[in-house]
């Protein structure tokens, strides 16, 4: 019965891919034996709620007993960790060797120069682990603490019921991407480090009479500081919410309006920021008026412009990302 199916798939899901046919099969085989001939869709609702939460079955399934992150999850967590830690140490240390090749420390004796860059590019990449690492860790067992492992809304206290099952998929629909995802995780780390860490990188480069490089930056570094501690914390919660996305495989309701709290809260702040003039640092166009020969009034003009067009695009990108999941929804009802 259709029921079933979902249930087992609810169970299977929490499971690694090796063992999920197994215990799918043994799983069913339970079922059946605890029903009679011809079941009803309430004697068989009453069975699974006998049987209980599938997280909570899962976990029994599962012989490898972890405890932070528990098994539910565990194979979940290894993967992204990996996968969170080796970004944060490519974009750490990437944006350490720019730093470097753009603005180098030089002290005037060769081996001393040598010996400062590799320390900072070790502290960088010990610096890219220790953050990816605590920073996965901490979400996942907020995320397995907080319920939404089973497909409910964080930190509902309720009997769980049948009534909550996700819909076995019959098409690919709701499946989320990982290598979406993954994609995703990618650019805002390297957005977040590279705002946070480095906004001096974003800049116009030019040589200067004297063999020099001069660097005009954007952004208006004491301007910018502001909006640090907003901009982490939206990131973390969207990072948080990316390994949702991860750990959930496909689409559900939670997961969907928690996608549309963060990308409107992410869409609010990125309009302030564009809007707010004094983050840019207004030397950043006089020198684009000397490169192109054109007023600076025309380049305010196009500066103006410019954000327009961007709020227009963010606001519809935002649009589209918060009713996709819905959409997906209704596809299969």
Same mark, same amino acid.
């Given at each position: 019965?259709?029921?079933?199916?979902?249930?087992?798939?609810?169970?299977?899901?929490?499971? @690694?891919?090796?063992? *999920?046919?197994?215990?799918?099969?043994?799983?069913?085989? $339970?079922?059946?034996?605890?029903?009679?001939?011809?079941?009803?869709?309430?004697?068989?609702?009453?069975?699974?709620?006998?049987?209980?939460?599938?997280?909570?079955?899962? =976990?029994?399934?599962?012989?490898?007993?972890?405890? &932070?992150?528990?098994?539910?999850?565990?194979? =979940?967590?290894?993967?992204?960790?990996?996968?969170?830690?080796?970004?944060?140490?490519?974009?750490?240390?990437?944006?350490?060797?720019?730093?470097?090749?753009?603005?180098?420390?030089?002290? %005037?004796?060769?081996?001393?120069?040598?010996?400062?860059?590799?320390?900072?590019?070790? /502290?960088?990449? !010990?610096?890219?682990?220790?953050?990816?690492?605590?920073?996965?860790?901490?979400?996942?067992?907020?995320?397995? *603490? /907080?319920?939404?492992?089973? %497909? %409910?809304?964080? !930190?509902?206290?309720?009997?769980? #019921?049948?009534?909550? &099952?996700?819909?076995?998929?019959? $098409?690919?629909?709701?499946?989320?991407?990982?290598?979406?995802?993954?994609?995703?995780?990618?650019?805002?780390?390297?957005?977040?480090?590279?705002?946070?860490?480095? @906004?001096?990188?974003?800049?116009?480069?030019?040589?200067?009479? $004297? %063999?020099? &490089?001069?660097?005009? /930056?954007?952004?208006?570094?004491? *301007?910018?500081?502001?909006?640090?501690?907003?901009?982490?914390?939206?990131?973390?919660?969207?990072?948080?919410?990316?390994?949702?996305?991860?750990?959930?495989?496909?689409?559900?309701?939670?997961?969907?309006? !928690?996608?549309?709290?963060?990308?409107?809260?992410?869409?609010?702040?990125?309009?302030?920021?564009?809007?707010?003039?004094?983050?840019?640092?207004?030397?950043?166009?006089? #020198?684009? =008026?000397?490169?192109?020969?054109?007023?600076?009034?025309?380049?305010?003009?196009? &500066?103006?412009?410019?954000?327009?067009?961007?709020?227009?695009?963010?606001?519809?990108?935002?649009?589209?990302?918060?009713?996709?999941?819905?959409?997906? !929804?209704?596809?299969?009802?």
């Amino acid at each position: 019965m259709k029921l079933i199916d979902r249930y087992i798939y609810a169970v299977t899901s929490y499971l @690694p891919e090796e063992a *999920r046919e197994d215990v799918g099969k043994e799983l069913k085989s $339970n079922i059946e034996e605890m029903l009679p001939d011809n079941p009803s869709e309430d004697e068989v609702y009453k069975v699974l709620v006998e049987l209980g939460n599938p997280w909570e079955l899962a =976990s029994e399934y599962n012989t490898k007993k972890r405890y &932070l992150i528990g098994p539910s999850y565990y194979d =979940s967590y290894i993967y992204v960790l990996k996968m969170v830690v080796g970004i944060c140490i490519a974009v750490f240390l990437s944006l350490e060797a720019i730093s470097w090749i753009i603005e180098p420390q030089t002290s %005037g004796y060769l081996y001393s120069d040598i010996g400062n860059m590799i320390g900072a590019l070790i /502290s960088a990449i !010990f610096e890219g682990t220790l953050q990816g690492a605590a920073w996965v860790t901490i979400i996942f067992v907020i995320l397995e *603490r /907080s319920g939404v492992a089973t %497909g %409910g809304l964080p !930190f509902a206290k309720k009997e769980w #019921t049948p009534d909550e &099952l996700p819909e076995a998929p019959v $098409n690919n629909s709701r499946k989320i991407s990982r290598v979406e995802t993954g994609f995703s995780m990618f650019l805002t780390i390297l957005f977040t480090v590279l705002i946070i860490l480095k @906004p001096q990188l974003i800049a116009i480069y030019l040589h200067g009479d $004297n %063999g020099s &490089l001069d660097i005009t /930056s954007l952004l208006n570094i004491e *301007r910018l500081q502001l909006y640090i501690p907003m901009i982490l914390i939206l990131t973390i919660i969207y990072v948080a919410h990316l390994i949702w996305k991860f750990v959930a495989g496909s689409w559900n309701l939670p997961l969907a309006i !928690f996608s549309a709290i963060i990308n409107g809260a992410q869409c609010v702040l990125i309009i302030g920021m564009l809007n707010d003039k004094s983050i840019f640092n207004m030397e950043f166009f006089a #020198t684009i =008026s000397r490169i192109l020969g054109i007023s600076y009034e025309n380049v305010l003009m196009w &500066l103006e412009r410019s954000i327009w067009i961007a709020i227009v695009a963010i606001v519809a990108i935002y649009i589209w990302e918060t009713i996709s999941p819905f959409l997906k !929804f209704k596809k299969i009802i």
